[in-house]
């Protein structure tokens, strides 16, 4: 049975405004332990180390070549997929669908028609920190995300004196809900057991709409033992348990359908696995390129050669864009109300 090899980087549970790691992703590669030893030779002929690490190898200059020629012969070569989120991006996204989505709907109102909310986000994200007030958005979106976590009365109300504290009528169809109205209905949202701030969710979703695209049949996942990890294991053996037979277009070029093809996951020590380490070269030099590009701070790689030598369905990105025409294309007709209400109901913690 084919298998893909997964690893992620970035994760920090339900904390997504965490300064020094603000991109989170992962990557899935199907090869053989026997395939990515071959290879791991062949670029590395001389190494030494137990384990193949992208944060130790990109340390020397030396290995950049080595490690471009690397990826380059994975995306060549195997099937790969990479996902890298703008943590705060999906922050406001998440916002938007506890405190601002419910009021909307509660008033008969499609709020992610044609992908309205994406656009609504990226505004936020490139122009709300001035249009709010110096600082005022980044509290709000902490204590959001403590009231997601948190569940507790005064954690909602600190968040609804945290919207007031904007200068919220710039923007009222983001913030007027909370702000103006102190919505029950967001509140209620937030305050649902199991719903969180948790980004693993999504990219596992991503993930495994372009792993079941590529499995030529029935797949099985291998991912590194880790504590971080944990998490993608269980939402995983979730999805797989899931058997109503249903699909959801989530964009232009993405869907989902259920029952999924995947069959079985497992936790492997990533020490005797050569194809999880693959899987951190290459989530590992995909998040450096971010940083580097998004101005946080300067990679080792050349981060336009990393990102050339992804075709277009190998790389997925949730990234703000303020070319609200064509995210309006991307996501018009597709069923973002009805996959949110689906996956709440039948993945959310008990």
């Known amino acids: 049975m084919e298998c893909f090899r997964i690893d992620e980087s970035g994760y920090t549970g339900f ?24 290879l791991i030779h062949k670029h590395f002929p001389k190494l030494q180390a137990d384990e193949l690490k992208y944060r130790a190898l990109a340390q020397r200059p030396a ?12 995306l060549t070569n195997y099937k790969c997929v990479t996902y890298v989120c703008d943590k705060r991006y999906l922050l406001l996204l998440m916002f938007l669908d506890y405190a601002v989505e419910p009021f909307y709907h509660a ?8 992908g309205q909310n994406y656009s609504l986000a990226s505004l936020l994200h490139v122009a709300g920190p001035k249009l709010l007030g110096k600082g005022a958005l980044h509290r709000l979106l902490g204590c959001f995300q403590r009231a997601m976590k948190e569940k507790s009365q005064v954690a909602l109300e600190d968040l609804i004196v945290a ?50 695209v ?18 993608y294991h269980n939402l995983l053996q979730r999805f797989i348990g899931h058997q109503e037979e249903i699909t959801f277009k989530q964009s232009e070029i993405a869907s989902i359908t259920f029952p999924l093809k995947l ?4 936790q492997v020590d990533s020490k005797t696995s050569p194809a999880v380490q693959l899987a951190d070269v290459m989530i590992g030099a995909a998040i450096e390129a971010a940083n580097t590009l998004m101005g946080q701070r300067k990679g080792r790689l050349d981060a336009q050669q990393v990102l050339a030598q992804y075709a277009d369905d190998q790389l997925i990105h949730m990234l703000p864009s303020v070319n609200f025409q064509a995210q309006k294309r991307f996501r018009q007709g597709t069923q973002a109300e009805e996959v949110i209400n689906y996956f709440a109901a039948n993945f959310q913690k008990p």
Not at 107 to 114: C, E, T
Not at 183 to 208: K, M, N, Y
Not at 263 to 266: D, F, H, L, P, T
């Open 163 to 212: 919207a007031r504290a904007t200068r919220w009528r710039e923007l009222p169809e983001a913030l007027g809900p909370l702000a103006q109205f102190a919505a029950p209905e967001c509140l209620q949202a937030i305050a649902t057991p199991g719903v969180s701030t948790d980004a693993a969710f999504i990219v596992l979703q991503s993930l495994i709409s372009r792993m079941e």
């Open 214 to 231: 590529m499995a030529g049949g029935p797949y099985r996942v291998e991912h590194d033992q880790s504590k971080k990890l944990l998490t």
């Open 107 to 114: 008033h008969g109102i499609n709020f992610y028609a044609d």
């Open 263 to 266: 069959q079985s996951v497992a």
């Open 15 to 38: 904390d997504l405004l965490n300064p020094d790691q603000p991109f989170q992703g992962a990557s899935a590669i199907a090869i053989s332990d026997e395939d990515a030893k071959r």
């Open 63 to 74: 290995n950049h070549p080595r490690l471009l020629a690397l990826q380059q012969d994975l």
